[in-house]
């Protein structure tokens, strides 16, 4: 199993943004499609946005099209997910996660194999 580590997350405030960042540890992020999900309290986790292997495929969930942007580094080897115009409903646990397939990416937790801690964003005022 691959280890990932996310970072970034916080405390914000409605209309505020923050930027996550998934590392890896130990191999090149750019083998693998990256997936971001996440998991509010009492409800089941869900994907929000992914990106392929080459970067040149994106999806997003309907609830954070046009507001989050995903993108990655090779050279830097993260994957950074940029949240804008953040909503209380956006609070919750933030995984990244690394998927084998070869070309574009999915946003079904099946697809992934290796999964990030977590981290916790809030938004609050």
């Known amino acids: 199993q691959l280890q990932l580590v996310e970072s970034g997350g916080g405390l914000v405030q409605p209309g505020g943004s923050l930027r996550l960042s998934c590392a890896a540890s130990?191999?090149?992020?750019?083998?693998?499609?990256i997936g971001w999900f996440r998991q509010a309290p009492g409800k089941e986790r869900e994907g929000i946005s992914c990106?392929?292997?080459?970067?040149?495929?994106?999806n997003y969930a309907d609830s954070v099209k046009g507001r989050f942007t995903i993108s990655r580094d090779n050279v830097r080897n993260t994957v950074s997910l940029q949240m804008n115009s953040l909503k209380a409903e956006d609070t919750a646990i933030y995984s990244c996660?690394?998927?084998?397939?070869?070309?574009?990416?999915?946003?079904?937790?099946?697809?992934?194999?290796?999964w990030g801690q977590g981290t916790q964003v809030t938004v609050s005022s």
């Open positions: 990106i392929s292997r080459s970067g040149s495929s994106t």
């Open positions: 130990g191999f090149r992020l750019s083998y693998y499609a």
């Open positions: 996660a690394a998927s084998s397939r070869s070309v574009g990416c999915s946003d079904e937790q099946a697809d992934f194999h290796s």
